[in-house]
Structure formats: C-alpha cells, structure tokens
C-alpha cells in the first residue's frame, strides 16, 4: 500500500476485463493479494477522473482476482476502468497491534542508527519471504533486514524516526 496525494492508500490496479457482466481482473499490492476484498468501498483514479465505487463481489480466479463493482454492468464500461488505480480512505483500515505497521507509514521515515547516523530515509519495503527488508537512501542505498532486536531497535511514528544497529556505508 502507498499513501496517495488524496489521502487515500493505493490498494491495487485494475488490470483487465473478465466475461461479458462488467467483471474486472485486479492486480493487488496487498499481502495476501485477497485482501484487497476486504475493503467494500474503492475510489477508482483513471486519468484525471475518481469515482467511488461499491464492491459487490470477488475472488480469485486463476493466478489473480476477478471482482464485479456495483454500477458496471458489461464488458464496455468495464474496459473504461482498465489501468484506473484502486484506493480507499485510510479510516477502513483496521488497527493494528502495538509493534505492528503498516508499510505506508514507514516510507518515508528517516533511519538513523545507535551511533546517532543519519543513514537516511525509507523509500521502499522489499519482501523478500525470510523477512522484509527496508530500502533506506541516503549517501548511498542500505538494504536493512527487518528483524527486531538484531538490526531494528525502534520505530517512532509521531518522530518521524526508525533506529537500527546498522553500521552504514563506509564504517
């Protein structure tokens, strides 16, 4: 998920048409992709135009997801949304337990390590299947494990602020 100029968090893309009743196929950038259909209302950005829509139904299908949206009844309006970008409110997400983050609100922290070295900031989250791995850029480009208490000690939301036991380029 990334945060939007809007506000909004970007869920996914619609990628294609499926059948003739207006079904959609559905590229997520949520983990497990089916969670994507855990959000009833979408906001569709295509071009310079958002409308929001009801999700009536989905699933997978094949190696993706297929859902049908409330108003788009047949293959021609549903062509109309192919390459529109899905985003909802941030207000739908679910809390999260302490210790856990979403990925949005890390991008763009800054990372320093125990010595007080700025490393620099965030700028992507890698999943990697061990563990996920933050892209940090600075003077150069750190690759830093996401494994608390071996390389993350802390992350500070309301500061702005991730500490890790990272050495940096160059030490």
Do not use: C
Not at 87 to 97: A, G, N, T
Request: charged share 25%; hydrophobic share 35%; glycine share 12%.
């Amino acid at each position: 998920m990334m945060e939007g100029e809007t506000g909004k968090l970007l869920l996914g893309r619609i990628s294609g048409i499926y059948g003739v009743k207006g079904w959609i196929r559905v590229f997520s950038y949520t983990r497990p992709a089916e969670n994507i259909l855990n959000y009833p209302f979408w906001y569709l950005k295509h071009r310079d135009d958002e409308t929001l829509h009801k999700v009536r139904e989905g699933r997978t299908q094949g190696k993706g997801l297929v859902v049908s949206l409330e108003g788009i009844e047949d293959r021609d309006t549903a062509r109309l949304l192919v390459g529109a970008d899905i985003y909802i409110e941030r207000d739908q997400l679910p809390s999260l337990p302490e210790g856990e983050y979403y990925w949005t609100d890390l991008l763009g922290l800054q990372v320093i390590n125990r010595q007080g070295q700025s490393l620099g900031e965030v700028v992507e989250i890698l999943e990697t299947g061990a563990h996920d791995v933050l892209v940090v850029k600075g003077e150069g480009r750190e690759l830093i494990p996401w494994v608390w208490g071996t390389y993350l000690l802390d992350v500070d939301l309301e500061a702005g602020r991730i500490t890790v036991d990272w050495q940096g380029l160059g030490d």
